[in-house]
């Protein structure tokens, strides 16, 4: 988002096991909540959770793309792809990452999740993103989706999503943010 928007900022990777962030600093001072997103505007004013960051930081430049104005009904329409999005998709696979859940959960969890998967490609069978044009909601979801591997999800289990992810992935803000994660590990 930041580089969509073009927007100055600092990347400081947080140890989500350790709560201390790259340079040293307790992340739980910064975000009691112990967990990232975080975003500190220079004044020392945090800002956490994924959809309230990324819609303040589309309407820190009016007229951009990624967002459609606050008060309209298609920003209502955003708020609720980001919401399903983070109740649905992030909080649904976050578990699945968890060691000591049981295999029996985990399955339980993994079958809720691919009923949400399903959704979703059948949304973007018609239109290449979530609101029809690239947009915060495309940002998110490239983000969540991009953890399945991890958990042994195939995303090609879903092709709509698998060239929904390459699209995004073509995008050259993608490419430099993912370089400069991959940078910064």
């Known amino acids: 988002m930041l580089r969509e928007l073009n927007l100055p900022f600092e990347l400081i990777r947080v140890d989500n096991k350790t709560k201390r962030t790259a340079n040293g600093v307790d992340f739980l001072t910064i975000n009691p909540k112990g967990y990232v ?20 930081l589309a309407d820190l430049v009016p007229g951009n793309a990624l967002a459609p104005a606050n008060g309209t009904w298609e920003r209502v ?12 998709i992030h909080s649904g696979s976050a ?27 059948q949304s973007l069978e018609q239109q290449d993103y979530l609101m029809g044009s690239f947009g915060l909601a495309d940002c998110y979801l490239f983000t969540v989706l991009g953890w399945l591997p991890s958990l042994h999800i195939e995303i090609e289990d879903w092709p709509i999503l698998a060239s929904f992810m390459a699209r995004i992935r073509a995008r050259p803000s993608v490419g430099v943010a993912m370089a400069a994660e991959a940078a910064a590990s």
């Open 37 to 56: 997103a975080a975003l500190m505007l220079d004044n020392g004013n945090v800002l956490t959770e994924g959809p309230a960051i990324v819609q303040y």
């Open 95 to 121: 578990p699945l990452f968890n060691a000591d859940i049981a295999q029996g959960t985990k399955a339980i969890l993994r079958e809720k999740l691919f009923k949400r998967l399903d959704y979703l490609s």
């Open 77 to 88: 329409r955003l708020q609720e792809w980001l919401n399903f999005i983070s109740s649905e």
